[in-house]
C-alpha cells in the first residue's frame, strides 16, 4: 500500500509539473502573457507547439537570471506563430554564451508590435536585439532598445533588431534605438547582422539611431551582407 501511494504521489507531483508549465490563460485560443513567469511558460509551450500564437497584456521584466528564449535554430525548432506585443515592453537580463542572444531565437512565422529593452551580455556570434535568426518569417514594428555588450572577435554578425534572415525574411517599420558595445566583432549592422539570402530580404521603413562600437571591417548601418 505504502508503495502504491508513493508512486500515485509521484504521478500526481508530475503532472501538477506538466499542468503548470503550460498554466497560461487564453483568450480564443490566443495565450496572455503578462509576467515573468508567463514569458518563461510560454518558451516551454513552444518547445511542444511551435505555432501557437501569444499575445503580451503588460510590460514585463523579466526576473534575474531568466535566460528563457523562443525556438532554437540548432535544434530546427523555428516559432512559427504569431507573438504581438501590442506596444508593450520586455525588459530582458541575458547573459548566454550561446550563439543567437535574443528574446526569440528562431522564428518562422512574426513577431510584432514589441519593444524590447534591458541588458544582453553574449560570447558568442549574432547577439541581437530581438530575434536570433529569421527563417522565411517576420519582425513587424518593433523597437530594440537594449544595451548589447559582446565579447567575441571577428566575425560576428550581431545586429540592432534580428541577427542573421535565412531566406526570404522581412524586417519591416523597426528602428534600433538600443547600444551592441563589441568592440572586438566584425560584420554586424545596425538593423540585420547578415542577410545570408541578400536578394530575398527585405528590409522597408526602418531606422537606427543606436551606438554600434564594433570593428569598422563589413560592419554597417543598416545590414552586413
Not at 535566460?67 to 535544434?75: H, K, L
Not at 516559432?79 to 550563439?99: E, I, K, N, P, S
Not at 540592432?160 to 526570404?168: C, K, N, T
Request: charged content about 10%; some cysteine.
Amino acid at each position: 500500500m505504502r508503495k502504491l501511494v508513493f508512486k500515485l504521489t509521484v504521478m500526481f507531483i508530475s503532472g501538477l509539473s506538466v499542468l503548470h508549465s503550460f498554466a497560461l490563460d487564453q483568450v480564443d485560443g490566443v495565450y496572455q502573457i503578462a509576467t515573468s513567469q508567463d514569458w518563461v511558460d510560454f518558451t516551454e509551450l513552444v518547445q511542444a507547439d511551435n505555432t501557437v500564437d501569444a499575445v503580451m497584456t503588460a510590460d514585463i521584466e523579466l526576473d534575474p537570471g531568466v535566460n528563457a528564449q523562443v525556438g532554437n535554430y540548432g535544434n530546427g525548432l523555428h516559432y512559427a506563430g504569431t507573438f504581438d506585443g501590442q506596444g508593450h515592453t520586455l525588459t530582458v537580463h541575458y547573459d548566454l554564451t550561446t550563439a543567437y542572444t535574443a528574446p526569440f531565437h528562431s522564428v518562422s512565422g512574426v513577431v510584432k508590435n514589441l519593444k524590447v529593452a534591458g541588458t544582453m551580455n553574449g560570447t558568442n556570434s549574432f547577439l541581437c536585439g530581438v530575434v536570433g535568426v529569421l527563417v522565411n518569417g517576420y519582425v513587424y514594428n518593433c523597437v530594440s532598445a537594449a544595451h548589447m555588450t559582446g565579447t567575441k572577435t571577428g566575425d560576428s554578425g550581431h545586429g540592432g533588431i534580428v541577427g542573421a534572415v535565412r531566406g526570404s525574411g522581412a524586417v519591416l517599420n523597426s528602428a534600433f534605438v538600443g547600444t551592441i558595445d563589441a568592440p572586438g566583432a566584425t560584420h554586424c549592422g545596425g538593423i540585420v547582422g547578415w542577410t545570408v539570402d541578400k536578394h530575398t530580404t527585405l528590409i522597408k521603413n526602418c531606422y537606427t539611431i543606436g551606438t554600434m562600437n564594433v570593428g569598422g571591417n563589413s560592419s554597417f548601418t543598416i545590414a552586413r551582407n
